[in-house]
């Protein structure tokens, strides 16, 4: 991959990188369709497949995620994508070296998946060493992950621009993401809470009744059967510091929805 990418560059071909942990979806097709326009009709788009371990707190999530290759080179296909990078592994056996960023990181995931966003900063490093993007494109349903990828690329001087692309949700609200395959029928359902949060969240700011917000947001989620909080948070979305709930501010939460963990974020 490395040495293709190499050739490329020297060719001037812009390459635009998607990575991707599979299981792709209709979120992921339109970040690729956000990776051919930056990279034009005579660029290159990679889509990456990788279901990184190192990015996982809880082996039996790591065992549980999905891995439809069929599906997702079939996907790809279609979205006219160039090359689909999928190594089987991208570590060496006593790999010693991480990436370890120490401001955006903390709080909200990397509070509640220790050790997740060190896996996540690496792989992306490698991923880029690896394939020499122009860009990356990076989803907005992880606006943490997003903001730590800018912040990585901005001190280690990564060359590729980072762009991050809208989220993309079914009819309902409900983000797109690889982990609804495990929600059940009364649990699809009931998932929409915390996209009706946000939603809450936005009207609560206009009307400008804050009092005890994030504690009635809590509650609302949790009056569906199913639905267990790890977190509501508000926040500056260029910092990332915790902040008082108004109007430009962004919210995200974390809810177990039975056994499946699902984020969201939004501005309010």
């Given at each position: 991959?490395?040495?293709?990418?190499?050739?490329?560059?020297?060719?001037?071909?812009?390459?635009?990188?998607?990575p991707?942990?599979?299981?792709?979806?209709?979120?992921?097709?339109?970040?690729?369709?956000?990776?051919?326009?930056?990279?034009?009709?005579?660029?290159?788009?990679?889509?990456?497949?990788?279901?990184?371990?190192?990015?996982?707190?809880?082996?039996?999530?790591?065992?549980?995620?999905?891995?439809?290759m069929?599906?997702?080179?079939?996907?790809?296909?279609?979205?006219?994508?160039?090359?689909?990078?999928?190594?089987?592994?991208?570590?060496?056996?006593?790999?010693?070296?991480v990436?370890?960023?120490?401001?955006?990181?903390?709080?909200?995931?990397?509070?509640?998946?220790?050790?997740?966003?060190?896996?996540?900063?690496?792989?992306?490093?490698?991923?880029?060493?690896?394939?020499?993007?122009?860009?990356?494109?990076?989803?907005?349903?992880?606006?943490?992950?997003?903001?730590?990828?800018?912040?990585?690329?901005?001190?280690?001087?990564?060359?590729?621009?980072?762009?991050?692309?809208?989220?993309?949700?079914?009819?309902d609200?409900?983000?797109?993401?690889?982990?609804n395959?495990?929600?059940?029928?009364?649990e699809?359902?009931?998932?929409?809470?915390?996209?009706?949060?946000?939603?809450?969240?936005r009207?609560?700011?206009?009307?400008?009744?804050?009092?005890?917000?994030?504690?009635?947001l809590?509650?609302s989620?949790?009056?569906?059967?199913?639905?267990?909080?790890?977190?509501v948070?508000?926040?500056?979305?260029?910092?990332?510091?915790?902040?008082?709930?108004?109007?430009?501010t962004?919210?995200?939460?974390a809810?177990?929805?039975?056994?499946?963990?699902?984020?969201?974020?939004?501005?309010?």
């Amino acid at each position: 991959m490395q040495r293709q990418a190499q050739r490329w560059q020297r060719d001037g071909v812009r390459i635009v990188l998607v990575p991707t942990m599979g299981a792709l979806h209709a979120g992921h097709a339109s970040l690729i369709r956000r990776a051919r326009k930056a990279a034009g009709k005579n660029g290159i788009v990679v889509v990456s497949i990788y279901v990184n371990p190192t990015q996982f707190n809880d082996a039996k999530d790591l065992r549980a995620y999905p891995r439809p290759m069929a599906a997702d080179k079939k996907l790809c296909r279609a979205e006219g994508v160039d090359v689909v990078f999928a190594p089987k592994s991208l570590y060496e056996k006593d790999a010693s070296t991480v990436i370890d960023e120490t401001a955006v990181s903390l709080g909200m995931e990397g509070e509640s998946r220790s050790g997740h966003f060190q896996g996540v900063a690496t792989v992306v490093v490698k991923l880029c060493n690896l394939v020499q993007p122009t860009a990356a494109i990076f989803g907005e349903k992880d606006w943490q992950q997003a903001a730590l990828i800018r912040r990585v690329a901005r001190d280690l001087n990564l060359p590729a621009r980072i762009i991050v692309a809208p989220t993309m949700r079914e009819a309902d609200g409900l983000a797109c993401s690889s982990r609804n395959v495990h929600l059940n029928k009364s649990e699809r359902q009931q998932a929409t809470a915390l996209w009706q949060a946000i939603a809450t969240a936005r009207a609560t700011v206009r009307k400008g009744a804050l009092r005890g917000l994030k504690r009635r947001l809590i509650l609302s989620i949790e009056n569906q059967p199913a639905a267990q909080v790890d977190y509501v948070e508000f926040f500056d979305e260029q910092t990332m510091q915790p902040v008082n709930p108004k109007k430009g501010t962004r919210m995200a939460l974390a809810v177990y929805v039975g056994k499946t963990r699902l984020i969201d974020n939004g501005r309010l």
